[in-house]
């Protein structure tokens, strides 16, 4: 079918209803999609949503556009399709209502043939409704903040995502396809058509063709299948995402209806609990990232450019594997990664039957699980990249409670309907005693290790679930739920690993979250046994919402060895603040420790805030240490610091202007982290890494001057005239030599001129006031991200930064 861009020149207003229908209140704006109307507001100290939000307060928007359909299109079908709304959306086409869907991420089409009238303007209105609250466990966002289509096509015609190809098998660099087009007849007599497929390489070169000839009854639909041969296939894998094109045609007397073009990567997946997974019978370890469905700044709006950005950083830094959570993502992410070669695990649902916030899914969850399982599946299915379907979070039911172990099944069949070439799993966590018996544990483990605040009491019940009563109960109790499950999904439950392989040698597992600080010993796990396939760090890219659940404490007095399970942050905390990227996109130390602990060979130096030092540290479950690459602590000369090295070398050497510090040995106990203890002086501080005696790697940082002035660099140079395209913009305090200072904090003003608006501009501060459409932030670390949306114009466009500090500083920009 034909497709055609919907995302312009809607009018945009709050949404009020009332017995007229839905009406805009205020002021009324021209907006262009995605559209994102919470990400605008100013967060709120008494935001009913508070720390599950960032914060934020949703709303109801209406959305309206006149949109004249050609005459051409009488006697024609047509599709509204939307990659996603958050939620509870309504449309309507001239006055009629044609939807109505629940479900905030659900992409999803809608037939809008009855409605149209041809040759004249035509009335469509969106209205999306997240006024109830609290309805997320993290940020959502509000309004159609991803892609909407019209899909226009003759009335024999592909039906809506009615292709699918996959790969049967590949003998001798053969690959044997399998072509599923799935055609409708909307008219009142039978049709005698034929179906050609063509398979075209990435250079153009049609590299397989077929076809078949078939009778639709009227009024139904009929799916054909064609088989495929493609010599010398060139395989899609993480190291060469190569992607071919599948145009499927339908054909009546030699003349083309309708056509699907899609791409398509030829690869084969295995999974069992002795070689673990493979791609292309090759052995492969998921390094991976959860990653929700936020882009930072930008709040919930997918732009495609967003989406290839943030996957292409988790890409160069050693991911190879990526876990939508808690929902299916945009199209646009999806395409990144079969662009990129990492490897996705595709999630339905947070929710089931038993809510975890009293608006969320669950109240719609009977009704509409399987039309949001199929859209998901049928939308998604020929992404190469994707390798597994999960059909929820951290599901209550686990336990069997409310027929989990029955909707498990029944939910993993409907999958295997729709797309049998991929596994299905659960991200599955702990489980806790009965209620009865919780109050009773949780005075006598408080008791027992002597907890002095509810935060510790709380942390004390936790460990013991973890570390006591989920060894001994888990793989019983949560064993019907999982049986459906070719792999099942383990959340912060590496301890369980060795006993699973004892007790079930059959169960193939995957890590699907995991604590930051905690990944030399999960990764270690990974490596010894074959039926863990890999593990996806809490996060990989820190998102706003569940804010401050990377929270770090410092006190003169030791704390327990027990874990703060709290997610309460007080305002202005955003950001959860855990994850190896920060939202703008800046790599945090993690990151660095995690690429290590991956095989780079690099070393690190991590130095602890002096401030901190001789202080006891206590850091909440997905916390990391109060650690900067940094050696800028020019008010602390002559004081105490600590200083870690991060290596998996044999031994690490420090060095302070060139006087050595000392050797120590790397041990798998400390996770590989050394630490020196020191004296700050003024100067350069370097680390070297040694093996055998011989040197490896290296790293060094240094005390750099007083800030100067504003450096602003593009990350792109040239943007797309197309009304989409983003170009990043990095904005860092320098000294007089132009060296990055990693601890400045001031106002900086954003503007942009000419075809171009300023999407988005801010922090990565997980704990701040700054509206991120306001053009105006204060710098986090000494940094600052602005983000330039093209309009549709070409010529040059500028940014310009300015504070009352340093001189304004202009970059320009090509539009094309």
Known sequence: MQKINFDFDWDFGVAKLDFFGWSMEGEVQKVNLPHDFTIKNNAEKDCPNAESSGYFTGNTGCYKKSFEVPEEWNGKKAYLEIDGAYMNTEISVNGNSVSVRPNGYSPYNVEITDYLEYGKPNNFQIVTDNSLEKNSRWYSGSGIYRHVNILVGDKIHISPWGVFAKTVNVIDKVATLMVEVKIENKKAKKQNVRVDIKVNSEEGTCVAFGYTKVTIPAFTSETVRVKLLVKDANLWDIDNPYLYKIISEIKKADKIIDSEEITFGIRTISMDAVHGFRLNSKEVKLKGGCVHHDNGLLGAAAFDDAEYRKMKLHKDNGYNAIRCAHNPPSKGLLDACDKLGLLVMNESFDTWRIGKCPHDYHLNFDEWWEKDTTAMVMRDRNHPSIIMWSIGNEIPERSGISDGAIWSKRQADLVRSIDDSRFVISGVCGIFPPQEEIGKIFAA??????????????????????????????LSITEDYCAPLDVVGYNYLDFLYEKTGEVMPNRVICGTESFPLNIAQVWELVERFPYVIGDFTWTSFDYIGEAGIGKVFYSDEPVKEMRMISHMSEFPWRTANCADFDICGFEKPQLCYRRIVWGSGETYIAVRNPKIFGKFEELSSWGWPDVSHSWNWNEYEGESVAVDVYSMAEEVELFINGISKGKKTVTKESGYRTRFETIFELGEVKAISYIAGQKISDDSIKTVGAPKKIRVTPEISKINADGQSLCYVRIEIVDENDNYIPDVEVEILAKVEGDCVLQGFGSGNP?????????????????????????????????????EHFSEVITNISIV
């Not at 008791?447 to 888990?474: P, S, T």
């Open 767 to 803: 704990k701040t006031v700054d509206n991120y459409t306001s053009g105006k932030c204060s710098t986090y670390e000494g940094r600052a991200l602005a983000i330039i949306r093209a309009g549709k114009n070409k010529g040059e466009v500028s940014l310009s930064i300015s504070s």
């Open 445 to 474: 483990k408080a008791m027992e290790l002597g907890a002095n605040n509810e935060a510790q009491k709380e942390g004390a019940v936790q460990d013991f679930m973890d570390n006591d009563y989920v060894k001994e109960n888990f």
